[in-house]
């Protein structure tokens, strides 16, 4: 069974910044291809970073340069580095798992809400 777990959302004022991790089990994070991904009130979903087996990464236009998307293959954790944040970023901030065998099987956290506003 794989399991997604995120943490650290909260609220932060604009110009803040936050880590969100997600651990994992079931499943090495080291060899799939791990996301990020936000909803807005109101919105869809919508890709935010993700990170590849190999390390590569892409992100959304509007987060690039801000945030960073990484991971600690020891503690099998998947980072989300949000800096310079701004109100526009606030969204229930979801980590994904595409399978390395299966690459349409994936795997989705709970959420975790990130808000920001002064």
């Known amino acids: 069974q794989v399991q997604l777990v995120e943490s650290g959302g909260g609220l932060v004022q604009p110009g803040g910044s936050l880590r969100l991790s997600c651990v994992a089990s079931g499943m090495y994070v080291s060899a799939a291809t791990m996301g990020w991904y936000r909803q807005g009130p109101g919105k869809e979903r919508e890709l935010v970073a993700t990170?590849?087996?190999?390390?590569?990464?892409n992100y959304a236009d509007s987060v690039k340069g801000r945030f960073t998307i990484s991971r600690d293959n020891a503690k099998n954790t998947v980072y989300l580095q949000m800096n310079s944040l701004k109100p526009e970023d606030t969204a229930v901030y979801y980590c994904?798992?595409?399978?390395?065998?299966?690459?349409?099987?994936?795997?989705w956290g709970q959420g975790t809400q990130v808000t920001v506003s002064s």
């Open positions: 990170i590849s087996s190999g390390s590569s990464t």
């Open positions: 994904r798992l595409n399978s390395p065998f299966n690459t349409r099987t994936r795997w």
